[in-house]
């Protein structure tokens, strides 16, 4: 008896990160709408959880024949960027230190938690927008897209940014904890 393979574009976890990318998305187009804590507590809530849901995505094999075009434009990039930078100020730049295999060596690099989630969130939302137009062979391929992407770039963007924004967050508590005491 032969078993019905699943369309992954349909998967129950592929529609899943669909809505958790959506969620960010609209959680990041309106940060300027909220505050500071509730930008940066519902980003700790939901990074985790667009990367446990990228892990979960199934495995895709395309020729990249419709691979989509980026919706998200210059104008829409910078207005989360800025929108969160506007929030973060002298914490949005911080200090990433690399470790480079060839070279045995630690090296340090300056990294903006606003870039970093304006660059997550232009994958996401280029993915959620070709789901949004329900062109089979174009969500397949945005799949195939959003996956390579993760493994060769935003999801460690994605860690980075996290890692930033739980310093933030509760070094700010401690702070604001000593001011008041």
Not at 4 to 10: A, R
Not at 81 to 91: A, I, P, Q
Not at 149 to 161: C, R
């Amino acid at each position: 008896m032969a078993t019905k393979t699943e369309n992954p574009i349909y998967a129950h976890d592929t529609l899943e990160f669909v809505t958790v990318a959506a969620e960010f998305c609209a959680h990041m187009e309106k940060c300027e709408q909220r505050s500071a804590e509730d930008m940066i507590n519902t980003l700790l809530k939901l990074l985790p959880l667009i990367y446990m849901k990228a892990q979960l995505l199934p495995d895709v094999d395309t020729e990249g024949a419709f691979v989509p075009e980026g919706q998200v434009t210059e104008e829409d990039y910078n207005y989360v960027r800025f929108g969160v930078y506007n929030h973060l100020k002298k914490h949005d730049e911080y200090e990433l230190l690399v470790w480079d295999e060839d070279m045995q060596t630690e090296e340090s690099r300056w990294c903006s938690v606003s870039e970093g989630l304006a660059d997550i969130y232009q994958a996401l939302r280029n993915f959620v927008a070709v789901y949004q137009q329900r062109l089979e062979p174009c969500m397949l391929d945005a799949l195939w897209q959003l996956q390579d992407n993760f493994e060769l770039y935003w999801g460690q963007t994605l860690l980075d940014t996290l890692r930033q924004l739980h310093r933030i967050r509760y070094t700010l508590t401690v702070n604001d904890d000593e001011e008041n005491s």
